[in-house]
Nanobody, 114 residues
Framework: VQLQASGGGLVQAGESLKLSCVASRSLLPVAAMAWYRQAPGKQRELVARWLSGGSTIYAGPFKGRFTISGDDAKSAVYLQMNSLKSEDTAVYYC?????????WGQGTLVTVSS
């Protein structure tokens, strides 16, 4: 199974991007889906998690600016990012957990210029 992440790119500070991640085959039933990011020289960190049933969890710095959504029927997860800042520059990784193991996308680079 491969997770294909897309939607990254170069934007100006204050602009928006939407990331998408779709699995190459169904991973139903999905327990959780998430987005992580890794900035240059830093450890990978959780951005947001979507839980089966639709509830969401956000790491503190991203509340109010980022919105995670999921479509478990499609084994897909999305991340709407608004009001981007230069410190949001990172490689963003999607993660899907279908109750058995973690699947990771290859990462999509987001670069925010100030």
């Amino acid at each position: 199974v491969q997770l294909q992440a897309s939607g990254g790119g170069l934007v100006q500070a204050g602009e928006s991007l939407k990331l998408s991640c779709v699995a190459s085959r169904s991973l139903l039933p999905v327990a959780a889906m998430a987005w992580y990011r890794q900035a240059p020289g830093k450890q990978r960190e959780l951005v947001a998690r979507w839980l089966s049933g639709g509830s969401t969890i956000y790491a503190g710095p991203f509340k109010g600016r980022f919105t995670i959504s999921g479509d478990d029927a499609k084994s897909a997860v999305y991340l709407q990012m608004n009001s981007l800042k230069s410190e949001d520059t990172a490689v963003y990784y999607c993660n899907i957990n279908p109750h058995s193991r973690d699947y990771w996308g290859q990462g999509t680079l987001v670069t925010v210029s100030s």
